[in-house]
């Protein structure tokens, strides 16, 4: 796998809608017929869970990427919801399975995306990957370091990849964000600062929605060494009683840059909104909630902008969220042909930012990485449990 060209960065450029040359030249919605990917081999994928992620965004995404003339298919699917199964099977014509282990006994599978519940994507990706396939499993990769880490050894193991979803990675505006870093525009960055706002009172603030920024950081920075992070549960809202609803995280970097992070569970936010800023020398960039890229890199001159302009009838969110460009990436993987942008070892990280948030609150001191896995979760969940997690109720006022 060492000798599998990286992939060349295409993925996102056209901002979610229709490349200018094809509407220019009479395909408005591009759908004509695209030999390249025609030609392409065929990748099988297979999906275990059906609910709100698989159903929003998985199936849409491959079914506008077959669309686009890309040889992917769902052969199968696999989850035990019956009323969810009929309506999948109804509108997108593949084989459900209640017991995913059959699945993968009985069906031709290159790939499989594990969708299903948080704690259970180890069991999941490990049974996938020992029966020989690929495996894209959602985020976080894993609810503790050593399942994460157990993962990736049995990938590893097996001579397999392990990719896990980063999907703002293959999103416009951060793909272009990383270009422009690489490419020198925003050289050798010094600093990296982010904001992340997820109001909703039933799932974890960190795992639920900040991890997407913790991933961010890692990929336009680099590596971190340590990390502090000091949070407050000022309104006490959580109904599953994560101990913080505010929190602030600041890293160091190995390249000698620093950073910082903020998020919050109380602000107003009918969806997840962020922004991302890197510092260079006399130039920065943004990305604003994930749709608008700014760049400044003249003292005198304009503020340069991507965004989509065109009408949103021509614009597609499955492309534009980062969704086609994940799934297309995993099905050039399988065929050998490009290399994953994003790693199980890239989830096992993100995650290890997560759990050392939750050591330095804990601690109330700085915490310095990499994490001896048994030990942080360890230390980690009993932090979160002498807290009230996980509640599963509101808690009274």
């Known amino acids: 796998m060492e000798d599998v060209p990286s992939q060349q960065g295409l993925y ?42 698989a159903q929003s965004k998985y199936f849409p995404a491959i079914a506008r990427l077959r669309t686009l003339w890309e040889p992917v298919e769902i052969v199968a699917f696999a989850t035990r919801n019956e009323a969810q199964a009929r309506k999948i099977e109804a509108i997108y014509r593949t084989r459900h399975y209640a017991d995913y282990k059959q699945m993968l006994e009985n069906e031709e599978i290159d790939g499989v995306l594990v969708l299903g519940p948080d704690d259970l994507h180890m069991e999941h990706a490990v049974s996938a990957l020992e029966s020989g396939r690929h ?37 416009p505006p951060y793909r272009r964000a990383k270009l422009l870093i690489e490419s020198g525009t925003v050289a050798d960055p010094a600093m990296f600062s982010g904001k992340f706002n997820l109001g909703y009172s039933y799932v974890d603030l960190f795992e639920g929605g900040t991890i997407h920024l913790f991933d961010i950081a890692r990929y336009l920075m680099g590596e971190v060494a340590s990390m502090t992070c000091i949070g407050v549960d000022r309104y006490s ?54 749709r608008d890229l700014l760049v400044y890199r003249s003292e005198e001159g304009p ?75 360890s230390e980690a969940l009993q932090w979160l449990k002498s807290r009230g997690w996980p509640g599963g109720m509101e808690r009274e006022t």
């Not at 390249?36 to 869970?49: D, F, M, Y």
């Not at 995280?249 to 569970?265: D, H, M, N, V």
Request: hydrophobic share 40%.
């Open 303 to 377: 503020e340069e902008r991507w965004s989509p302009v065109v009408p949103n009838t021509l614009l597609f969110d499955e492309e534009f969220g980062g969704f086609m460009g994940i799934l297309e990436n995993f099905a050039q993987v399988i065929r050998g042909v490009e290399q994953p942008l994003v790693t199980g070892r890239d989830g096992y990280q993100a995650y290890e930012l997560l759990i050392a948030c939750h050591l330095s609150l804990a601690r109330g001191e700085k915490v310095v990485l990499p994490l001896d896995p048994t030990s942080a979760d």
């Open 135 to 171: 495996v894209l499993v959602e985020k976080p990769i894993a609810r503790s370091l050593a399942d994460a880490q157990r993962m990736c050894q049995v990938a590893d193991k097996r001579g397999l990849w392990l990719m896990t979803v980063a999907n703002k990675r293959y999103s």
């Open 237 to 290: 809202g959580n109904k599953r009683r994560y101990p913080v609803d505010n929190a602030i995280a600041t890293f160091e970097f190995e390249s000698g840059a620093i950073g910082s992070l903020y998020t919050s569970a109380s602000a107003l936010s009918l969806k997840p909104w962020e922004r991302v800023e890197v510092y260079g020398n006399h130039a920065w960039l943004a990305v604003e909630d994930g």
């Open 12 to 53: 996102g450029l056209t901002y979610g809608h229709t490349p200018a040359h094809k509407a220019f030249g009479g395909d408005v919605y591009a759908i004509g017929y695209d030999e390249e990917r025609a030609s392409r081999q065929k990748v099988r994928l297979a999906i275990i869970g059906g609910g709100g992620v």
